[in-house]
Structures are given as C-alpha cells and as structure tokens.
C-alpha cells in the first residue's frame, strides 16, 4: 500500500472541500480506511473512517453531519466530502490504510499513512 492524499487548500469558513486518496500500488481494497488530521500543537486526532466494504463508517463527533467518507475499491481511491467547514477544522489531513479491514477510530490500527495535505480554513 502506498497512500497520497490530495485536495487540500484554503476556503472560507462555511465552505467545501473534497479530499481524496489513492493508492499508487493498488492493494488496499481490503484494509479499512480513515482520514485523520492534525493542528498545530495537538496531537493526531482520527475524522473518519470505513470498513473494506465501505458499509460500516465511523465519525469523529466534531465532524458528524458535515463529513462523508467514501471509497471506490475498483479505483483504489477514499475521498473526504468536507460541507460547513470551520476554522476549527484547520490541520494537515492525512488518510490511511489499516491492518485489517475492520473500521476504527483507533490510530494504532493503521499501518499505512500518506504524506498529508494542508486544510486551512478562513473565519
């Protein structure tokens, strides 16, 4: 698995942005997948993630409502939908590919990880 995340970028508060992740080496359809993000000062915090299925996601409350996480298996792809953003939401964005295919909050359980991109958002 070799994970790039892309889409970052600056937006007003209340606006949209959609992140995505691919994997170059085509593995990951059978490892769950999650978005995490990190501000500066503050430790990596989980945002979202899915099972290998897609079926089962789990959302970080501070997101819930105004975050969706998809993926495409057959295009080795997880994408971010970001509506009603926040300054608050501000970080460095990173995706990743768990050990099993089991959806988790938990950061131990994703081996993989991208190299991040930069969400700012303006108040």
């Known amino acids: 698995v070799q994970l790039q995340a892309f889409g970052g970028g600056l937006v007003q508060a209340g606006g949209s942005l959609r992140l995505s992740c691919t994997d170059s080496?085509?593995?990951?359809?059978?490892?769950?997948v999650g978005w995490f993000r990190q501000a500066p000062g503050k430790e990596r915090e989980f945002v979202a993630s899915s099972g290998w299925r897609g079926g089962t996601t789990l959302y970080a409350d501070s997101v819930k409502g105004r975050f969706t996480i998809s993926r495409d298996n057959a295009e080795n792809s997880v994408y971010l939908q970001m509506n009603s953003l926040e300054p608050e939401d501000t970080a460095v964005y990173y995706c990743a590919a768990a050990r099993s295919s089991v959806s988790t909050r938990d950061v131990g359980a994703y081996r993989y990880w991208g190299q991040g991109t930069q969400v700012t958002v303006s108040s």
């Open positions: 080496r085509r593995t990951f359809s059978n490892n769950a």
